[in-house]
């Protein structure tokens, strides 16, 4: 019997295009093909990536390697790979206040995706005759490399800031895949060459987005250390924000596309029009001082269906402490003094350090002689390097 189940094994289905053009139809930007025959692209990186302890404290990314590296662990029998991408991006972030990743403000891409995921499985069902079990999709959180098999799609390239950039969309395009047991005709990739030369088959000599991260996390074009990302500090990374990275993170409350913002494939990008975003874009009117004082109530009445609901009020505070000191927000000194007796030791031990920074210690040394938390104290006692 064929990998997959007999009767829609490796047979070509009639009309890709319909299939293409039914996907589409869905709010879909970007619909490609290509074969998961032969090596994984991006896989040797991938495992080099993580041998180099790039991932920080990502262990989920080690624990699916095996399946990242091979897509019939994840549906066997797959011989098809479809790629999706949902162009997001063409609003600027408003300088007033704190910055917000862009993908931020729309109502989360996980939730608007999924159910388009769901039904594009329909699609593929009755397009090929096929059922369920033939295919699984993912948007962001599964056991697929993305990218990479969206450059082997042709969706876009490989840029030296590690973005999938698509000429039509520049880098502001979610992706998503659906692995499908039944044969698709590929998709050419952007290059011929992208086999031989898989970052920067199109960034020429430039190095803007290299030159631009403010913590150097593109350690090579194309690479990412992402325990120095700001992406990754402010959103993925659950602790204590070390002291080195903070004054680097400047105004970005909530992950960062500096890396992205500065890329000239961006002037090509279109305008976003997919019915599959809803703008959420209130958040970026938020002052620094309102977000210090949100309380969980508040915190969830915002950010509800928002990506920003799982960072946690306490990963937000956070954040905001960082900004607000980054700032030079002074006259934020009594919403940060008042966070210095937060029931969450985390936040306590950034608003200690805003505190500091921003020359209120007096206000706070009270304080110190009841905390007992160790991640705390050592905010009261760390030598001020800003
Ligand atoms: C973990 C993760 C992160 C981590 C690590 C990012 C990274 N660059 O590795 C952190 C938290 C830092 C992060 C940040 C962001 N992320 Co993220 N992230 C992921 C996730 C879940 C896995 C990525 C991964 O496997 N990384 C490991 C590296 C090695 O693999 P990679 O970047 O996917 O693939 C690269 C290498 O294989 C490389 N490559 C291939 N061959 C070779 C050969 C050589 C020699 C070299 C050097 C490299 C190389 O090219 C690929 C593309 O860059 C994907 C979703 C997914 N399932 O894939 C989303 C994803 C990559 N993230 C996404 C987004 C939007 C972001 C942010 C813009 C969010 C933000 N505004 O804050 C930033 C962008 C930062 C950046 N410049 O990459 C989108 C990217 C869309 C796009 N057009 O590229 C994805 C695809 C989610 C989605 N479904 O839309 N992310
Ligand atoms: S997202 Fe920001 S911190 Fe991360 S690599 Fe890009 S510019 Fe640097
Ligand atoms: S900024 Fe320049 S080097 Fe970086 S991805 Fe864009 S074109 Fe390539």
Redesign the pocket.
Known sequence: MEPGGGRQGTLMKPDPEQLRSSLAGLGFDVVRFTSVGGNT??G???SS?LEQN??GE?GW?RRSEAK?LNPQLVLEGAQSMILLGVNYGNRPPDDAGPIW???ALHRD?HDTIKPALESAGKVIETWGELTARDYRY?????P?????WA?RAGV?F??K??????RDYG??????AILVRCRLPSDEPVSHRWEDH??GTLCGHCTACMDACPTDA?V?????D?RR????LT??HKGVIPQEWRSAIGDRIY???I??EVCPWNRFAQTAKSILLEKRNHIDQLSLREILTLTPESFAAVFKGTAVKRLKLRGLLRNACVVAANQGAVDLLPELVKLALHPEPLVRAHAVWAVRVLGGEQRIESLRQSEQERIVLAEYEAELTT
Do not use: K, Q
Not at 144 to 148: D, G, K, Y
């Open positions: 692209p991006g040797a990186a991938f990536w790039h991932h990502m990314l990242r990743a862009r993908y891409y993912y948007v962001d959180t599964g697929v490399l993305e990218r990479s450059a876009g490989t840029g800031n590690a973005m999938l950039m698509s880098n502001w395009l979610f992706l998503a898989p970052v593109l090579s074009p194309g690479e990412l992402a990302c700001i992406s990754y959103i993925e992950g960062c596309d890396c992205a």
